[in-house]
Antibody
Framework: QVQLVESGGGLVKSGGSLRLSCAAS????????MTWIRQAPGKGLEWVSH????????FYADSVKGRFTVSRDNSKNSLYLQINSLTGEDTAVYYC???????????WGQGTLVTVSS | SYELTQPPSVSVSPGQTVSITCSGD??????ASWHQQKPGQSPVLVIY???QRPSGIPDRFSGSNSGNTATLTISGAQAMDEADYSC??????????FGTGTKVTVL
């Protein structure tokens, strides 16, 4: 069965950095586009970043452009998100999700919490 | 930027039908999806391509999309359907866009 397991979240000071990981299993990882989505406490879902199956095409939300970098290692079935210059507005649960051609996400991980303190 | 608007909350009695709307400019020209999120859990896709149900999703969940409005309908709502529901669509400028979310209460 498809599994997505995020890790790497934690408490970080404003201006700091973190690297989030997402370990995928149960499907051919290299065949799928992958996405990061976040949810601030008590708020709605916000798409963050998207990477093509081979990693050659990357997109970012305007709110994170220039600070976040998405990458993947298909040999390790892993997705990554490097997040820099963190502010309190980046405090959220970060989910990785598998993107499908119908322009949505059919599987989500359990999420990893990033808390930015001042 | 493209925006999707949902009512903040709706309520339904057990066994009754409830519909949740999602409004966006010419949304009917796009694929709409719906994600269910129960407290403390990750979202689950319940409708994709506006009307399609993934395997394992009960047939009491249905979707429609026309004009500027997509609708998720739960027919014969059950206590287990109490959750937040977010619509989502893809836009060529904003890419993936989520709606504002609707809390469904079954009481």
């Amino acid at each position: 069965q498809v599994q997505l397991v995020e890790s790497g979240g934690g408490l970080v000071k404003s201006g700091g950095s973190l690297r989030l990981s997402c370990a995928a299993s149960g499907f051919t990882f290299g065949d799928y586009y992958m996405t990061w989505i976040r949810q601030a406490p008590g708020k709605g879902l916000e798409w963050v970043s998207h990477i093509s199956s081979r990693g050659s095409v990357k997109f970012y939300a305007d709110s994170v452009k220039g600070r976040f970098t998405v990458s993947r290692d298909n040999s390790k079935n892993s997705l990554y998100l490097q997040i820099n210059s963190l502010t309190g507005e980046d405090t959220a649960v970060y989910y990785c999700a598998r993107a499908i051609e119908q322009q949505t996400f059919d599987y989500w991980g359990q999420g990893t919490l990033v808390t930015v303190s001042s | 930027s493209y925006e999707l608007t949902q009512p903040p909350s709706v309520s339904v009695s057990p066994g009754q039908t409830v519909s949740i709307t999602c409004s966006g400019d010419r949304l009917g020209d796009k694929y709409a999806s719906w994600h269910q999120q129960k407290p403390g859990q990750s979202p689950v896709l319940v409708i994709y391509q506006s009307t399609q149900r993934p395997s394992g999703i009960p047939d009491r969940f249905s979707g429609s999309n026309s004009g500027n409005t997509a609708t998720l309908t739960i027919s014969g709502a059950q206590a287990m359907d109490e959750a937040d529901y977010s619509c989502q669509a893809w836009d060529s400028t904003s890419l993936y866009v989520f709606g504002t979310g609707t809390k469904v209460t079954v009481l």
